[in-house]
């Protein structure tokens, strides 16, 4: 078929999608798409990329997305808290089978987009420059791109047609330009993967480390979190702030100094971060997913499951509204994966928002912020939260313990902030 529709012309007898970048998003909508037997065409820029992330998994992405033991480098049970004052609060994961999983990116994301091809996906590996976008609601779209397979490191100039697009790549996407999904505020992260002694690293085995002050961001928090033979040392500002980025990474290398004695930096990497969706994320027969859409959450910067499930999401509503790839959806028919989106997730960053208003506005309300932590019944009800992605509700009684204890550290966080 795929001879027939190059030689000759012919329309293929199925739905033809492209999904532009291989990160989770876009490989776990292209898994989802070439199960149903849909035509689908994956492009990724670089095969051989390795996002700058944090790298941490909710225990749910694990089963949800079928992922193997040696994809999780660590499995996190305690994360310590540190305040502006280095006041310290360890949460601790109470049951045995619960954990964060810690992931290095160029790990999960190859073992995804591999998975995907050998599903059928057909992966690219070129740099997607243009669109030519139909004035009809039937016409294909043409993606101009350059094949990086062969032609050297020129490579050669290349266009295919396609029913449908999915934009996957990233928060700096190509797509999301030439549909005009319209810009978002966005933060900038900077992290270091910094390999330290052995019996240094036997402190991070299980635990992971998160600071908050102006020392260190002045819009969300720094981390130390552990890898399989490193841990990666970073911190986020709002790229308002964005000057400052090398002095905040120099406050977390302070702050964290004694635990990353005798370190050796092996990597420094640097990316964007959105800080809420793009005003249009699907328009006609394009649709964005993961960072292109703007799926990260405040207070945690948290975007990995939110990548792979819009993913999937996205591609399970083509494949429904396209019964199964025999007709075009419409802008209309796109829209419902927004709908379902919004219903299911839009709850969870509304929370996240008021949570860094509230507590990462000050030194202050960070000392509030770490002391809260340190509340069984916010812990509890926190990594149910993420664990789980869902916004878990509290019986009255738990929430209005929690409201006066909010009350009552904000106060004392006025007291013992630096």
């Not at 776990?28 to 199960?35: N, V």
């Not at 909010?406 to 007291?415: F, H, K, M, P, V």
Request: contains cysteine.
């Amino acid at each position: 078929m795929l001879w027939v529709n190059k030689k000759i012309g012919r329309r293929p007898l199925t739905l033809r999608v492209a999904v532009v970048g291989s990160g989770p998003a876009g490989s776990c909508a292209a898994e989802t798409l070439a199960k149903a037997g849909i035509e689908t065409y994956l492009f990724e820029r670089k095969l051989d990329n390795a996002k700058p992330c944090g790298g941490a998994i909710p225990l749910c992405m694990v089963d949800e997305f079928d992922l193997p033991p040696d994809i999780i480098d660590r499995r996190v049970r305690k994360m310590k808290m540190i305040s502006p004052s280095n006041r310290e609060v360890d949460i601790n994961l109470i049951n045995e089978d619960e954990y964060i999983g810690m992931c290095r990116r160029e790990v999960l994301d190859s073992y995804l987009r591999n998975r995907a091809a050998k599903l059928g996906a057909h992966l690219i590996n070129a740099t997607v420059h243009k669109l030519d976008i139909p004035g009809n609601n039937k016409d294909p779209y043409t993606i101009h791109y350059v094949d990086h397979t062969e032609g050297g490191a020129q490579g050669i100039a290349k266009s295919l047609k396609v029913d449908l697009i999915i934009g996957a790549d990233g928060a700096n996407s190509r797509i999301a330009k030439e549909m005009d999904a319209g810009d978002y505020n966005y933060a900038i992260a900077f992290q270091e993967r910094i390999r330290i002694p052995e019996e240094k690293m036997a402190y991070y085995e299980d635990l992971a480390e998160m600071y908050v002050g102006d020392d260190v961001s002045t819009d969300f928090y720094a981390w130390v979190f552990p890898k399989y033979d490193h841990v990666a040392v970073g911190t986020g500002t709002m790229h308002v702030n964005k000057a400052s980025i090398k002095q905040l990474q120099a406050g977390i290398r302070a702050r964290a100094a004694k635990k990353l004695e005798g370190g050796k930096i092996i990597k420094v990497e640097a990316h964007p971060i959105p800080e809420h969706p793009r005003p249009r994320r699907v328009v006609g027969r394009i649709a964005l997913v993961g960072d292109a859409a703007g799926y990260v959450t405040k207070s945690s910067g948290e975007g990995i499951y939110f990548a792979a499930k819009s993913g999937r999401m996205c591609a399970e509503t083509i494949v429904e509204v396209s019964n199964g790839g025999a007709t075009i959806p419409t802008e209309a028919d796109l829209k419902i994966y927004i709908k379902r989106w919004d219903k299911k997730y839009g709850l969870t960053y509304k929370v996240l928002d008021i949570l860094q208003t509230v507590f990462y506005r000050s030194d202050a309300t960070r000392e509030a912020f770490v002391e809260m932590c340190g509340d069984l019944d916010v812990q509890r009800l926190t990594f149910d939260s993420y664990l789980y992605k869902t916004v878990v509700p509290a019986n009255p009684i738990t929430q209005l313990k929690i409201t006066a204890k909010t009350i009552a550290s904000l106060l004392r966080g006025n007291a013992l902030a630096p």
